[in-house]
């Protein structure tokens, strides 16, 4: 059973920058390609960025230059650095397996941009 923990979402002016975390627990993350996917209000969830087991990334257009995902194998960590924050990047940030696999959500960490 995989359990995955998101962390380090908060309150941030646009322009400001923020660092996700997300805890997952299991022997086989190191083998995953993982995501970062986000829901705003009235939207569907959206994958923001992805990270194969051997490192490549990809990113959607709406955050591609700002945002930074990163893993660490070891700590069983995945990590999405932000910056350049915009009020559209608001939403609740969930990290998942890529494809995602909807067993596996877990509850997410609020990010607001605002001023």
Known sequence: QVQLVESGGGLVQPGGSLRLSCAASGSMFSIYAMGWYRQAPGKQRERVAMITSGGSTNYADSVKGRFTISRDNAKKTLYLQMNSLKPEDTAVYYCNRYP???????????????S
Request: no cysteine; aromatic share 14%; glycine share 14%.
């Open 100 to 114: 995602r696999d909807d067993t596996y959500w877990g509850q997410g960490t609020q990010v607001t941009v605002s």
